[in-house]
């Protein structure tokens, strides 16, 4: 027999195994009543998100970011071209919910001529966060972008680390997620710190919080603030495991857990049980630290919110920032009726929280951060129309530094090597790349929404209002942002005071003689 006839011999052989398997196993019935045909099925199905990505779907057909959107952030972060030609791919008049923003003939901003492609802004907060408390370290963030909550452990070492080069040479924060704050955490950017129902980096041996160990874990890092996560758009009221074969030595210094077991985050806070004891722990953090403390949330029932403001109102405790997460938010791993159905959207969810503030003259005092897909110029523009002070982004820096979309985050496969502890998949991920890639996409979003500002009239997206976006509701009919949310007049608005700081700031001034950058205005 030849070689071309053993061969063949072979391959019939082993077709005939497979069929004789697929014939006698009981578990799949699409096998046994097409044997070895039936896996061209589960084949496609497997490579069937990377088939429409590819091949089938339309511009703006993909979830949860569309083919344009991605492009869009592609190829803002190589600092190529990220202009679109031949018009809108979008169905304007057909589409209900569709934002429209209303550009202005003459406004008092007149824009600078040299904001070209490539070119970066300064875009600080207005407001100084915790001054309004008398934070000791109170500061104004030296951008109106930073990157979200994303954990090492849900993001490879290698991701978190060319996120926070990034945030270094963007100038912005980045906020290291409820895993604790790692050795990747440590090149330059400055921290949120973020602090879960598990306290990772902060708990004793039993997995209590422990108050000096966070004091000693601030002392010896940039952190700039400290984060209470409540919950997060994509699986809010939910716990979470990280499987013991992800907890890493690396992954259980940072969060001081034992290798190689099961790190569970329970889905509720054992420090305090209500509003009343939430405040009090954030006032001990804040006093203890000396930083502005602030709690993450998703939104779902309001009577938390309506407990939160009377307290604030009535004792004078309170949180120095509020960060507002969509349920359009993203997560490495979730239940689908979760990822898909609890806590409200974005724009809903930030609306009811940011009323509930005014309506008790205390949005003032408080900076209002929102999250879930506000990486993209349109939905920016329109969280701060609703009252945001600054926004944060987390699949768009997921994206910025590789990302594909492959939406394999929970298999630990990510092909990118961003959401994965596989060491040969994060070993092609360069950090020092990436990193200039992250800068340029934050770069490039505060150049795009500056220019927006400037059409709009204005000379910082924080001071866009609510009038001047509308929202579609038909082919021939459309609403004011604040009449869709029944926002009276001038909330999203800020204060005449900080409209003032916003201007002086916008025009290269700086606080104490004129020589710090903005991150470094600091009050104490």
């Known amino acids: 027999m030849n070689r071309v006839a053993r061969a063949a011999a072979a391959g019939l052989s082993a077709v005939a195994a497979v069929a004789a398997r697929d014939l006698l196993q009981r578990e799949h019935t699409l096998l046994r009543n097409f044997p070895v045909l039936g896996h061209a099925r589960y084949l496609l199905e497997s490579v069937g998100p990377e088939l429409r990505q590819y091949l089938v ?7 949860p970011f569309t083919r344009d959107q991605r492009r869009w952030v592609y190829a803002s972060a190589k600092g190529a071209n990220n202009y679109f030609g031949f018009g809108t791919d979008n169905d304007l008049e057909y589409t209900a919910g569709y934002p429209v923003i209303n550009h202005r003939t003459f406004g008092r901003a007149v824009p600078k001529t040299n904001v070209h492609a490539g070119s970066d802004v300064d ?24 990157i979200s909550a994303m954990s090492f452990g849900s993001l490879s070492g290698a991701a978190v680390e060319a996120l926070n080069r990034g945030a270094a040479l963007a100038g912005c924060l980045h906020n290291t997620g409820e895993g604790g704050l790692s050795r990747h955490h440590r090149h330059g950017g400055e921290l949120v710190m973020q602090i879960g129902t598990a306290y990772f980096g902060c708990r004793d041996d039993e997995g209590r919080f422990d108050l000096q160990r966070l ?5 010896g890092a940039p952190v700039r603030a400290l984060e209470i996560k409540l919950s997060q758009g994509a699986k809010p009221g939910l716990g979470g495991v990280l499987p013991a074969a992800k907890v890493s030595p690396e992954i259980a210094e940072a969060r001081g857990v034992p290798v190689g077991v099961d790190c569970i985050s329970p889905s509720r806070h054992a420090e305090f049980s209500d509003a009343d004891s939430l405040l009090d722990w954030v006032e001990l953090l804040a006093a203890e630290t000396g930083l502005p403390v602030g709690i993450k ?4 029932d309001m009577a938390f919110w309506d407990e939160l403001t009377d307290l604030m109102a009535g004792t004078g405790r309170g ?33 009811r929280v940011y009323a509930t503030f005014a309506r008790k003259g205390l949005h003032e005092g408080v900076t209002f951060v929102g999250g879930g897909k506000l990486g993209l110029p349109d939905n920016a523009v329109v969280a701060f129309a609703l009252g945001c002070d600054m926004v944060n982004v987390a699949r768009e820096a997921m994206l910025a ?8 985050c929970h298999t630990d496969t990510c092909p990118t090597g961003v959401a994965t502890q596989n060491a040969w998949l994060s070993h092609g991920l360069d950090p020092a790349l990436k990193s200039v890639r992250a800068a340029n996409y934050v770069r490039t979003l505060r150049r795009d929404l500056l220019k927006v500002a400037e059409a709009c009239g204005v000379e910082h997206p924080g001071l866009i209002d609510s009038g001047s976006v509308e929202i579609l509701t038909g082919r021939t009919a459309s609403t004011p942002l604040h009449e869709v949310y029944g926002y009276e007049p001038d909330w999203a608005l800020p204060s005449a005071a900080d409209r003032a700081e916003i201007a002086r700031l916008m025009t290269g001034e700086r606080d104490q003689g004129g020589s710090a950058p903005p991150s470094a205005d600091a009050v104490g």
């Open 57 to 63: 779907a339309g511009n703006n057909e993909e979830r």
């Open 123 to 146: 875009l600080p907060g207005a407001k100084v966060l915790g001054a309004a408390r008398g934070r000791r370290q109170a500061f104004r963030p030296a951008s109106v972008i930073n």
């Open 215 to 219: 004091k000693d874990l601030v002392a």
């Open 297 to 300: 949330a998703a939104v779902g």
């Open 319 to 351: 949180v120095d920032f509020v960060t507002v997460d969509g349920g359009e938010g993203g997560t490495g791993a979730a239940p689908l009726i979760f990822t898909d159905s609890v806590s409200l959207p974005f724009q809903l969810g930030f609306s």
């Open 401 to 408: 530094i590789g990302c594909i979309q492959a939406q394999k």
